[in-house]
């Protein structure tokens, strides 16, 4: 039977991966559907059930017909398609209508669009519905359909007239290589529908590691204490033939360096297209509701979603899937790059692991002695690092041979203070600055130093050698101060001061005397 306009929902609207695509056709002399493996798929290799479901009833236009032996699976399908816990039966189909035009006819679905997706623009979005649709007649097509085998990519499928198709992926050997493709309905050209008479077969490569990426890191460097926002990026899959048990699990390899809270506040799953995470009844978070801490090789923590789970996101199968985390940078990226990478087990099939993020982190160092040259007796001396914020971010003491060390700082400038002098020196001091820049070539940190400088170093007891390394002095007597420069000045200002402390002391008690003597 004619119809009026055809459920182009139901047929464009999930592309491979985000519900029923349903392309269409015109009827051309050659009549040919091209499945493309898109930017992740793979078609080659595959093998499909492919069977009629509606033909166009004249070339180019927007006018289809039910064929006969896929009418009654076709009103089973909408059925199936369209159950709720309101409507369990699901919709029905009257008596004597195409079944098709029916679902495409009106506002069936309560949106004020089609059943199976908006038919109004193209291309058409597919919905939960149209998904659902899609994969409710896979077993006709097992039982009805044209078996043909790609052996190219993309690949051709010819077809005996311009319609409507369903195209099931039967693939058994694609089993830990690749997943099945969706269930596709898609058309042949039809210039009406603006229809190519192709279609991307968006499944994924088993072999393809999900993507890892951080933000809250400063030109690939960090500082302890830092917070990093880490990203998992997988695709959601088909569930389309798997059994009960199937799962598809992100594992995370961090590296010593990084403090993770496996908390469900903290590790969340994320759908393209949402801003809102997935309730947390929908996936696992192994080890559960504690702080973990990486090694670099075994798994951190892991993410799974069953098939139960992932069954109600079919009509978002092939989008984006991702895990989003916080990570607290610990003591341990002193030492060592922090790096993060991850993997995807689907279906019990690794990708292996994929690029690493590898972040890292500066150090630098400095001597501080006496003014005879000495640097024992250093004890009780404490420096500060603070950042060109004003913070605090770092404290050290020097070693037993006068060495101070900072380490695990991000690229920046810093001030460097002496905040408490080494026991039995004059509370003198001097402040410098370094400017730290992580050097990716040779793995290594480039200090700039600033020293000389009259506003923080006034008694000039900063020093650098011709070879960049920098000494810090104590003095234990004023007298032991430079008498150049600054520094110079300085101390005649001192011993200026002293003297006419002096002189005013002398004078007050000459006058005390002669009164005393008067009286």
């Not at 892991?302 to 916080?326: E, F, I, M, N, R």
């Not at 008498?483 to 006419?500: C, H, Q, R, S, Y």
Request: glycine content about 10%; aromatic content about 6%.
């Amino acid at each position: 039977m004619r119809m009026r306009k055809l459920f182009a929902g139901v047929i464009a609207a999930a592309t491979m991966l985000g519900g029923l695509a349903l392309g269409a056709s015109t009827a051309n002399a050659a009549e040919t559907i091209t499945l493309n493996p898109g930017a992740t798929g793979v078609v080659a290799g595959h093998t499909y059930k492919v069977v009629e479901l509606a033909k166009y009833v004249t070339p180019d236009t927007q006018e289809i017909q039910t064929v006969a032996g896929a009418h009654d699976a076709i009103v089973t399908a909408i059925a199936a398609a369209t159950k709720s816990d309101s409507n369990p039966d699901g919709l029905q189909v009257p008596t004597g209508v195409d079944p098709l035009v029916w679902a495409q006819s009106g506002d069936l679905n309560g949106t004020g669009a089609p059943l199976f997706g908006d038919s109004s623009a193209f291309p058409w979005n597919g919905n939960a519905a149209s998904r659902a649709f899609a994969d409710a007649l896979v077993e006709y097509a097992k039982a009805n359909g044209t078996d043909v085998t790609a052996d190219t990519e993309p690949y051709n499928i010819s077809v005996s007239e311009g319609g409507l198709y369903l195209i099931v992926d039967t693939t058994e050997a694609a089993e830990g290589v690749t997943q099945k493709s969706l269930p596709i309905i898609v058309g042949t050209a039809n210039t009406a529908f603006n229809y190519k008479g192709e279609i991307d077969v968006k499944n994924q490569d088993k072999d393809i590691p999900p993507t890892k990426t951080v933000t809250g890191d400063t030109d690939k460097t960090v500082s302890v204490g830092d917070t990093l926002s880490y990203t998992i990026e997988g695709t959601v899959p088909s569930t389309t033939g798997q059994s009960a048990d199937y799962t598809y699990v992100f594992n995370d390899y961090a590296s010593a360096g990084l403090s993770i809270d496996t908390h469900k506040t903290n590790v969340k799953v994320y759908v393209e297209g949402s801003e809102q995470p997935l309730a947390d009844t929908e996936y696992t978070v192994t080890p559960a509701d504690q702080t973990v801490t990486g090694d670099g090789t075994n798994v951190t923590f892991s993410v799974t979603l069953t098939k139960a789970a992932l069954d109600k996101l079919q009509d978002k199968a092939g989008k984006k899937l991702s895990v989003k985390y916080a990570a607290t940078v610990t003591d341990d990226a002193k030492t060592n790059p922090v790096t993060n990478s991850a993997e995807v087990v689907n279906g019990g099939n690794s990708s292996g692991q994929g690029t690493p993020v590898e972040l890292y982190s500066n150090k630098f160092d400095f001597t501080k002695v006496f003014a005879d040259g000495s640097k024992q007796g250093l004890t009780g001396a404490v420096f500060t690092v603070t950042d060109e914020a004003g913070t605090i971010v770092a404290t050290a003491s020097p070693d037993a041979d006068g060495k101070v060390s900072f380490s695990g700082l991000k690229n920046g400038t810093y001030t460097v203070a002496e905040t408490t002098v080494a026991t039995g020196a004059q509370n003198v001091t001097g402040k410098f600055t370094v400017k730290l820049t992580y050097n990716e070539t040779t793995k290594k940190t480039d200090a700039e130093y600033t020293v000389n400088n009259v506003t923080l170093d006034p008694y000039d007891l900063v020093k650098q050698d011709d070879k960049g390394a920098v000494t810090v002095t104590n003095v234990k007597s004023i007298t032991q101060l430079p008498l150049t420069g600054a520094a110079g000045t300085a101390l005649f200002t001192v011993i200026g001061l002293l003297l006419a402390g002096a002189a005013a002391t002398v004078a007050l008690k000459s006058r005390e005397t002669k009164r005393a003597l008067r009286a």
